[in-house]
């Protein structure tokens, strides 16, 4: 561990450092510079390919106007440059933290005191340290992201920027205003997912079972879905829970549900899978080109922290599904890896 602070240097440059062997940048703040020129000038030699960012973005905030300009900023950047990018929402942050990574793998992150404006990493007061244990950053990042909204679609963006622009435009002095501004409504919170919400299940579910594979060429409702169950009455399963699906064959992950309905049976004498529930698809654009990305069973799985249960009975991976299970119940801490894997694929489809 080192201690940072901007007497002797600045944050720029402990940023710079951590990023020499990077090529990952995750940056969690919830106040930006409103212009990202410098800073991209700043590191656009060092081939870095994608910048995460999780910030706040709150209804009737005077600070809407910066922020606004802080995303375009970001984003005209991004594009400019190659760079991928994903910005999450979490209306709660205070910390502060920079984060780099080579392909996927945490190498060194700074916690601080210092914003992401040019104040807090060139000039203010502050202090931070720097660490380099990648377990620990990886555990940081699978909080962080347990706790954001999915990542802005650029239809979500653009609809933020357009509203936030208009409002301001159409007030004589914004510094003197009280701001009535809601954008909270122009951005898409799948099934109102909360680490806190103790109510709310997540189950994982196979589609499709060995003899009749889920074909490559079918996909699930963009909208409404029927998902089965075996014999057995899937008392576990209740209003408001989540079901991430899978299909049979190929074992690659098909999306995410909010289930609608309680379980209801066909009463069809034979019927292999009598039991059924009506849920809604929570992301459709993963769903519509699931067999296009490499997200299986096992790849989740190892994705994840090892030393860590997965599933609600203590479980550490997903063998009774081999074994005929037509559901299995995880973790909230799984359950919301999975799912936001499932919407960084999404929005890296809509941005490519």
């Given at each position: 561990?080192?201690?940072?602070?901007?007497?002797?240097?600045?944050?720029?440059?402990?940023?710079?450092?951590i990023l020499s062997n990077a090529n990952e940048l995750h940056i969690i703040s919830p106040f930006l510079m409103e212009s990202f020129d410098n800073f991209f000038h700043e590191i656009i030699e060092m081939e870095v390919k994608s910048i995460t960012l999780t910030t706040t973005l709150k209804d009737n905030d005077p600070d809407l106007l910066k922020k606004a300009n802080s995303l375009h900023s970001l984003c005209f950047n991004c594009l400019k440059h190659n760079i991928d990018y994903r910005i999450h929402i979490d209306n709660k942050l205070h910390g502060k933290i920079y984060i780099s990574a080579m392909d996927g793998e945490p190498l060194q992150g700074i916690i601080t005191s210092a914003n992401f404006t040019e104040a807090g990493l060139g000039y203010n007061h502050e202090w931070g340290v720097e660490?380099?244990?990648?377990?620990?950053?990886?555990?940081?990042?699978?909080d962080i992201s347990s706790l954001n909204s999915h990542a802005l679609s650029k239809e979500e963006l653009k609809s933020i920027i357009r509203k936030v622009d208009s409002y301001f435009n159409s007030i004589d002095n914004p510094q003197k205003t009280q701001i009535d501004l809601k954008i909270s409504d122009l951005i898409r919170h799948p099934a109102n997912l909360s680490m806190n919400n103790s109510d709310k299940r997540y189950f994982i579910k196979p589609v499709g079972w060995l003899e009749r594979p889920f074909s490559i060429e079918r996909t699930l409702s963009s909208d409404l879905e029927?998902?089965?169950?075996?014999?057995?009455?899937?008392?576990?399963?209740?209003?408001?829970?989540?079901?991430?699906?899978?299909?049979?064959?190929?074992?690659?992950?098909?999306?995410?549900?909010?289930?609608?309905?309680?379980?209801?049976?066909?009463m069809i004498e034979g019927d292999r899978w009598p039991w059924s529930v009506k849920a809604k698809n929570l992301c459709s654009d993963y769903s519509k080109v699931w067999n296009s990305f490499g997200n299986t069973i096992s790849s989740i799985q190892a994705s994840y922290r090892y030393d860590t249960p997965i599933t609600?009975?203590?479980?550490k991976t997903l063998g009774a599904l081999n074994f005929g299970a037509d559901k299995i119940q995880l973790t909230k801490e799984f359950a919301y890896h999975v799912i936001s894997?499932?919407?960084?694929?999404?929005?890296?489809?809509?941005?490519?």
């Open positions: 561990m080192k201690i940072l602070s901007n007497i002797n240097s600045n944050h720029y440059t402990y940023i710079k450092n660490i380099d244990d990648s377990n620990q950053l990886k555990k940081l990042l699978n029927i998902l089965h169950f075996s014999k057995r009455r899937p008392a576990a399963v209740r209003v408001g829970d989540i079901i991430i699906c899978y299909a049979v064959g190929t074992a690659k992950l098909l999306g995410y549900f909010e289930v609608l309905e309680e379980p209801i049976n066909s609600y009975a203590g479980g894997i499932i919407e960084k694929n999404s929005l890296d489809k809509i941005i490519k």
